[in-house]
């Protein structure tokens, strides 16, 4: 099977046989992980993820399912180092994976927004497919210095690969809350609501044009 050098914008491959509509394929091998994914915008929701890291898989199921996408990933990572190679090199594929099946963006919404609560946790998702990566991570002082054995440090290196290689704005803000792991369901719930969002194309020849005042997008 073909392997895409991490540090070489090599062309993506066909999306896969069986998924519909937009969607696209994406690799990463180095010597910290071998990555392999096929995500799909106009799915139903239908997820697989296998990282060997638990909360990882929980979250990316969360944020597909929501963003009703379909998802198929696996990743061997460096996990008897810790799970930070992992995390963000599943960031910079599933972003590599979702800029190329957006495609030219015409007709694009561009945009999303949610705020999801998750027991007595809240957080604010915001995203932006503008063709600029800019991560914007606020209110982490709210979860726990280790979550799942982990630093919680982690979560924003995944969040930044992802607005990176995505080429998108992400802008997460915990409000309030007490449980790590329910701060972090609540970003995972929001990104994919605000995903669906964004990736949603209208049919109106109206806005059958790429979203920008400007007539492009980086």
């Not at 969040?159 to 701060?183: E, M």
Request: charged share 25%; glycine share 10%.
């Amino acid at each position: 099977m073909k392997k895409v050098d991490a540090h070489r914008n090599a062309p993506h491959e066909a999306a896969p046989s069986g998924f519909r509509g937009r969607a696209a394929r994406a690799e990463r091998s180095t010597a910290e992980t071998d990555i392999r994914l096929n995500l799909c915008l106009d799915g139903s929701g239908q997820v697989s993820v296998h990282t060997g890291f638990g909360l990882l898989d929980h979250m990316l199921t969360l944020t597909a399912f929501w963003a009703n996408f379909d998802l198929t990933l696996n990743c061997q990572g460096d996990l008897h180092i810790d799970a930070h190679h992992t995390a963000e090199d599943v960031g910079l594929t599933l972003g590599r994976a979702l800029r190329e099946a957006v495609g030219d963006r015409q007709g694009l919404a561009r945009a999303g927004w949610a705020r999801v609560p998750m027991d007595e946790a809240l957080a604010d998702v915001a995203v932006d497919l503008s063709g600029r990566p800019w991560l914007e991570w606020r209110g982490d002082e709210l979860l726990p210095p280790l979550l799942a054995g982990e630093e919680k440090d982690l979560w924003r290196e995944y969040y930044k690969a992802l607005a990176s290689s995505a080429r998108c704005n992400i802008h997460i803000c915990f409000q309030y809350g007490k449980n790590g792991h329910h701060l972090l369901e609540s970003a995972a719930k929001g990104l994919g609501l605000a995903l669906a969002q964004a990736t949603r194309q209208s049919c109106a020849s109206a806005r059958a044009s790429v979203p920008s005042t400007k007539g492009s997008l980086d």
